[in-house]
């Protein structure tokens, strides 16, 4: 990617376009190099401007979200991280709720709870956006984004703006097959209606639940790994007599073995490296396979055992 694709981009777009950003500064990890551009379009239009630019110079890219899901490398990201912050628009109507996939997720969370509108409040305290909620199928506690879901907008590769009803998304366990290679940009949802009081109870249990099974205190990007089947990953790691285990500045947290946790100044390769470990333990010990749940960014070439 040459220099002027930083000036191109700021002619074409409306929105923000910014060059050499820190990517610690925006995942949950605080760990990560620099993305060499960061593009914010202003709208829909923009985007498939900036999708066309991208695809016609094959350069590469990434949607970064809230980064609560994502680890990125040390030497950081060689193309363009684009940030759909400005796709943040709400309306409600009974209990139809039509909302832009750059909402901060617990917001939107807080605000359905404060109409009255029940179905969200067991994903109280996720971190991240509600596009990457809907793109990894974010879950807790028995819910999932896609439950109340009616349907998605996204941006294809090839620039074709489209509306999937939920069905067609093949939504499953912290999946959305339909989806993951596209920009989703908001999603409309129907919510039965709730009693407030009782669903903002239901948000502290959950809240406080939260509190007290994770290492909250430290920088984390929540379970580095799905869940196998009929397993937890944290207790096959735990068994595998990896909790607490150290390398450089992360560690896997010595309170949920199923989440690395950042010391203070850890590197991508610190965490990988456990993660590396992790894998090898519990497929030497019980023959599990893990399947990482976080996302790696900028580890072209890198192989994960
Ligand atoms: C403390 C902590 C607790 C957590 N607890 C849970 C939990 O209980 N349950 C759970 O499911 N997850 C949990 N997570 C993980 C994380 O919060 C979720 O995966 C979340 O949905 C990620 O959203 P994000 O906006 O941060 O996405 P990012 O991390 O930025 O991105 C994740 C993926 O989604 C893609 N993406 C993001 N936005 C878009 C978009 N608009 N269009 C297309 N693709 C997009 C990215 O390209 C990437 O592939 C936790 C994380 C932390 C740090």
Redesign the pocket.
Same mark, same amino acid.
């Given at each position: 990617m040459d220099a002027g694709t930083q000036e191109e981009l700021g002619r074409l777009l409306r929105g923000e376009v910014s060059a050499g950003v820190p990517l610690r500064e925006r +995942?949950?990890?605080r760990i990560g190099g620099e993305a060499r551009l960061l593009a914010c379009p202003a709208d829909l239009e923009d985007l498939r401007r900036l999708n066309a630019y991208l695809v016609e110079r094959n350069l590469p890219s990434?949607? =970064?979200?809230?980064? /609560? *899901?994502?680890l990125v490398s040390d030497r950081g990201f060689s193309g363009v991280a684009v940030h =759909?912050g400005r796709?943040n628009r709400l309306s409600l109507q009974q209990g139809s709720v039509r909302a832009g /996939?750059?909402l901060v997720?617990d917001e939107f969370i807080k605000t359905c709870l404060r109409r009255g509108l029940a179905g969200l409040e067991c994903?109280s &305290? #996720?971190? &991240? $956006?509600?596009? &990457? /909620? =809907?793109?990894? *199928? /974010? &879950?807790?506690f028995g819910a999932? #984004?896609s439950d109340h879901l009616v349907e998605v907008e996204?941006l294809d590769g090839q620039g074709r703006f489209k509306v999937l009803k939920k069905d067609e998304v093949k939504f499953s366990y912290?999946e959305a097959l339909r !989806?993951r290679e +596209?920009? #989703? +940009?908001g999603a409309t949802f129907r919510f039965p209606p709730g009693c407030k009081e009782s669903l903002f109870l239901i948000r502290e249990d959950i809240l406080a639940r939260?509190r007290q099974r994770?290492p909250?205190q430290y920088a +984390?990007?929540? $379970?580095v790994f799905k869940r196998p089947p009929g397993h937890y990953a944290g207790k096959l790691i735990e068994d595998a007599g990896l909790k607490g285990k150290v390398l450089g500045r992360a560690q896997i947290s010595p309170k949920h073995a199923g !989440?690395v946790i950042n010391l203070g100044g850890a590197r991508a390769s610190d965490v990988l490296g456990l993660i590396r470990l992790a894998r090898e333990e519990v497929f030497r010990r019980y023959g599990v396979e893990l399947e990482l749940?976080?996302?790696l !960014?900028g580890f072209e070439g890198v192989e994960l055992d």
């Open positions: +995942t949950t990890y990434f949607v =970064l979200g809230g980064g /609560a *899901n994502l =759909l796709f /996939a750059g997720l994903l &305290g #996720i971190p &991240g $956006s509600l596009g &990457g /909620a =809907l793109r990894m *199928n /974010a &879950g807790a999932e #984004i996204c912290r !989806i +596209t920009y #989703i +940009t939260r994770q909250w +984390t990007a929540g $379970s !989440i749940e976080q996302e !960014i």
